[in-house]
């Protein structure tokens, strides 16, 4: 990822134009000087469009994280070098056919057969293979929020979870660790239920982006934040790529961002509530933004 | 902390380069982290002294032993003085800076050429030199089971670029370069920097 932009600094120009005026009402060519601020960045994590698979799984402090079901799926591509990004939520009821096992919810896919299987079962849907998987658990999102010091997330209403003592209000809201649990799993409140929790996945990690570039020149704060994530996730990701990815990750422009839930129908099977997920939908974004980590369409087409 | 000479005018090029990189390398390798001079490195080349680039490590080496600390130390500095030396300093005029990009992984190679002019000195490549004036690097690193696998150089570099008779006009460069370690060889992985040019205006 590479960006270059120019810009004056604006109190320089105007105290150099003053100085260069002075009484005289001329320019005087000694005494002026102006300062041009011009900052470049890039990383070399990897060419073209990368794809990771974030899994949060609702297994519990104690028990090994790919126990547990994952409850939230998110596929998201990276292109660093364009500077663009794309997250497709996964609605965790998606009923969808779990390569050797059936049909299942895919939050099943996780305890049934491992990452890879979630890989799996994303790959048929997007059509995207990803590159990296990525498994947080709750205790690991606790711990990894209150790491980087909370994040801030920005809510469309109020949402409250009484187990983690959430209770934020609608616009920017900063949040703790066991905050970062309840706003992650609240759901009964929201109109439109797991679909709006997995849109909030989607702010959470936002707020993460935003709190890795708000601290990025802190000395020693990615190098934390990345020891921190060593210890709590579960990842093909090794220390080096984990380290790149975070730096590159750092300088992400959250308005190249987009962010896209699958839409689905709710149904029943056996008595459970699954979702049938739109999967022309999911192709057609899979096809859209393989290549370059970018939706050309919008969400919904 | 270790000297980066400056070469004025007159010097012999390339060799000149490879001999102040070689005398930084050694200045590293011998532990010598406070200021040292060497009289070859400016013989005949009257002018004002560079300043010293410092490095300090400030976190993440704690569980290190002082032997393993300087080690990545002169590491470190290896790296970011053959930057500093290529990029900014060495014989004037000069067109050579990509030499500069040595330093990066060839990934950060390909952004950092597009971005050489504020990486390097390029676009004073006709003046008469630079003078270091600041090289301050804070290093803070990933370490892993006992091993430093990366590391962020929070620089501060200051210049001063002479041309004519004209006052030195400084130059700075401030941010991050990103460093990690591949088949045992640090290099820079990525950069996250802003360039300060004081541009004199005016005849």
Known sequence: ????????????????????????????????????VEPAQAVDFESGAVWLLFLGSDAHAGTEVLEGRADAIQLVGVDFDAGTAVAFGVPRDSWVELEGHGTNRINAGLPIGGTALMASAVQDLFGI????????????????????GGIEIDTPRDVSEPDSGLDIRQGRNRIRGAEAVGFARARYDLPRGDFDRSANHQEMM????????????????????????LGVLDTNLGATELYRLTQAVSQIDLTEVTTCVLSGTPGVVNGASIVYVDREQAARLGRDARDDARLDATCRG | ???????????????????LRALVVAALVAGSLSACSDPEATAGEPGPKDAALEVRLTSGTEGLDTGARSQVQNDLGDVLSEYVVDGFLGDYPREDFVRSLDAFTAGAARGAARDIDLLTAA?????????????????SCLTVEGD??????????????????????????????????EDGTWSIFGYDVVRDDAERVGS
């Open chain 1, 206 to 229: 936002r707020g993460v982006v935003r709190q890795l570039a708000t601290h990025k020149d802190d000395v020693g704060f990615v190098e934390a934040a990345v020891l921190r994530a």
């Open chain 2, 148 to 181: 430093v696998v990366g590391a962020t150089a929070h620089v501060d570099f200051r210049f001063e670029v002479a041309d004519g008779d004209a006052p030195p006009q400084p130059v700075t460069l401030r941010g991050r370069f990103l460093m990690d370690r």
């Open chain 2, 1 to 19: 902390m270790v000297d980066v000479a400056a070469p004025g005018a007159g010097g012999g090029g390339s060799t000149l380069l490879r001999h």
């Open chain 2, 123 to 139: 676009r004073f490549g006709r003046s008469d030199g630079l003078r270091a004036t600041r090289l301050l690097a804070e290093i």
């Open chain 1, 1 to 36: 990822m590479t960006r270059r932009r120019t810009r004056w600094s604006a109190p320089v120009l105007v105290l150099g134009l003053l100085l260069a005026v002075g009484l005289h009402g001329r320019p005087d060519a000694a005494s002026l000087s102006l300062v041009k």
């Open chain 1, 129 to 148: 293979s990803p590159d990296y998987v990525v498994t947080l658990g709750t205790d690991g999102l606790a711990k990894l929020v209150d790491g980087v």
